[in-house]
Nanobody, 126 residues
């Protein structure tokens, strides 16, 4: 499966952005999809994950309550809705996919995913 992330941009603190991860070459409903981000000088970190079965989502504590995930299987997309953005959310955001299913409450790392899209830049100004 090939992934493409889009929707990044430059916004002010408090604004919203919606990132999309679009898949081709596979049936996206069969994949667990994760979002990660990497800020300059920092390691890649987990943001959110949506299970391939049941649509269960988990979020990093830093974004919980502000970010949500919507899966559009008919369109082969998984969207990350980001509200109340903060300057510390500034990073390159990546989507990733795997055929694995994770237990509720498990926060995956990048090694858990086999497929990656290119990143999309999100910049939040103060």
């Amino acid at each position: 499966v090939q992934l493409q992330a889009s929707g990044g941009g430059l916004v002010q603190a408090g604004a919203s952005l919606r990132l999309s991860c679009t898949a081709s070459g596979g049936t996206f409903s069969l994949y667990t999809v994760g979002w990660f981000r990497q800020a300059p000088g920092k390691e890649r970190e987990f943001v959110a994950v949506n299970s391939r079965a049941g649509g269960i989502s988990s979020f990093a504590d830093s974004v919980k309550g502000r970010f949500t995930i919507q899966r559009g299987n008919a369109k082969n997309t998984v969207d990350l809705q980001m509200n109340s953005l903060k300057p510390e959310d500034t990073a390159v955001y990546y989507c990733a996919a795997t055929r694995r299913r994770f237990s509720t409450g498990y926060y995956p790392n990048g090694d858990d995913f086999a497929y990656w899209g290119q990143g999309t830049q999100v910049t939040v100004s103060s």
